[in-house]
């Protein structure tokens, strides 16, 4: 009888897993932005990950290149980078796309030039946005971002355009 019930499952996950509930969609694209207080441009790269289409969740990592010369207190920089995980949810469908809000965790890494020493800042985001659905393969979108750290709080606006890979 234990034989057959492990037969049983093991002849069912197949169906559960190419099921509509265990689809998923992966999209990539690029995005650029800028932050509020001192306009610095910032480019990067990130992905958006539905795990349950059903549900309307997506996890978004991504990372962006922040142009920039000074920090705050003038402090000269040779970089800044920013590294984001957060998730969203789809909030509210309409004709021209979908409302989203949702939130996540961000790093900052800075070098600073004058004594070569590297710093990382921990944030908390909050995001909000309308992702497009124009076109099938490729989604443009536009969404404002609360960054929350331990140092200051900034506001950044971006957009960019992801392509569906599956």
């Known amino acids: 009888m234990k034989q057959k019930s492990v037969i049983l499952v093991l002849c069912i996950i197949p169906f559960l897993y190419n099921s509509t509930l265990f689809a998923q969609s992966f999209d990539i694209g690029q995005r650029a932005g ?3 207080e001192d306009a610095d441009l910032y480019f990067g790269v990130e992905a958006d990950v539905e795990p349950l ?6 996890i978004i990592p991504s990372i962006d290149k922040i142009f920039t010369d000074e920090a705050p207190g ?10 984001g995980l957060n998730a969203v949810y789809d909030w509210l469908p309409l004709q021209l796309g979908t409302v989203y809000a949702g939130g996540g965790l961000g790093f900052f890494r800075k070098k600073i030039k004058e004594d ?5 800042d921990i944030s908390v985001n909050v995001i909000g946005g309308l992702r497009f659905d124009i076109i099938k393969n490729y989604k443009p979108f536009a969404n404002v971002r609360l960054i929350l750290s331990g140092s200051d709080t900034s506001i950044s606006i971006e957009g960019g355009l992801h392509f569906s890979i599956f």
Request: hydrophobic share 45%; charged share 20%.
């Open 34 to 36: 800028f932050f509020l």
């Open 53 to 58: 289409p059903a549900a309307g969740l997506h």
């Open 74 to 83: 003038n402090v000269k920089l040779d970089s800044k980078w920013f590294l």
């Open 116 to 120: 070569n020493t590297k710093e990382t």
